[in-house]
């Protein structure tokens, strides 16, 4: 059974570059890593979504090793209303196509 | 404008009283969610369906009911409501296991 974890929360300051990494053990070799935002009361937000190597859109980039035993999902130049909390996720195709979230990392941005 | 609605967005019920929150789709999705997140345990899937008539547990299905008669409509039931479902319920859709989820705004359940 597949398994996600990140850290429970970081800081960080206006303008800085910020990572965040997931581990995710015995991920099948056909799922895609997904990264999502969520802001108090709201649903979660669609980020990004990867595979392998790198990839990168007009909010985040996300890079995955060769291994895919981690994701890292970056954020260029965070602002005060990056503040938030990110949830990576995965597929279990193993097991009837759950869905493996992590526990969300809660990310404080400071002035 | 393409989203996912649920309503109600508040709850509050006793003890016992059958209730159903609503999620309806207008993108055509095939796969349909529910979650609960209560503060501290993120979020933890309830029941998920992958098109019409099909359904299957999440990691917390115990005291809720899924139905999927149509393919925009994914209702959770809750057939006797106990207080430990107090929490915040999201309906989530994509176009297929794996793809993006498109999330509703959510529905906050209060049971006393």
Redesign the interface.
């Known amino acids: 059974l597949a398994k996600t974890t990140q850290p429970i929360s970081m800081d960080s300051y206006e303008g800085q570059e910020v990572n965040i990494t997931c581990s995710h053990n015995n991920i099948a070799t056909n ?2 890593i ?1 990264w ?1 935002q969520q802001f108090p ?6 980020i990004i ?1 990867g595979y392998k190597t790198k990839v990168t859109n007009e909010v985040a980039s996300l890079f995955i090793p060769a291994d895919r035993k981690s994701s890292t999902l970056s954020l260029p130049r965070v602002s005060l209303s990056d503040t938030a909390v990110y ?1 990576c996720l995965v ?1 279990d195709w193993g097991s ?4 493996i ?4 990392t809660k990310l404080i941005i400071k002035p | 404008e393409a989203q996912v609605t649920q309503n109600p967005r508040y709850l509050i019920t006793v003890t016992g009283k059958k209730l159903t929150v609503t999620c309806s789709q207008n993108m055509n999705h095939e796969y349909m969610s529910w979650y609960r997140q209560d503060p501290g345990l993120g979020l933890r899937q309830i029941y998920y369906s992958m098109n019409v008539e099909v359904t299957d547990k999440g990691d917390v299905p115990e005291g809720y009911k899924v139905s999927r008669k149509e393919k925009r409509n994914f209702p959770l039931i809750l057939e006797s409501p106990s207080p430990n479902q107090t929490s915040l319920y999201f309906c989530a859709s994509s176009s297929g296991v794996g793809s993006p989820l498109h999330f509703g705004n959510g529905t906050r359940l209060t049971v006393t």
């Open positions: 799922d895609y997904t999502y009361s709201q649903g979660p937000r669609f979504q949830y597929v009837n196509y759950q869905l979230w992590g526990a969300g």
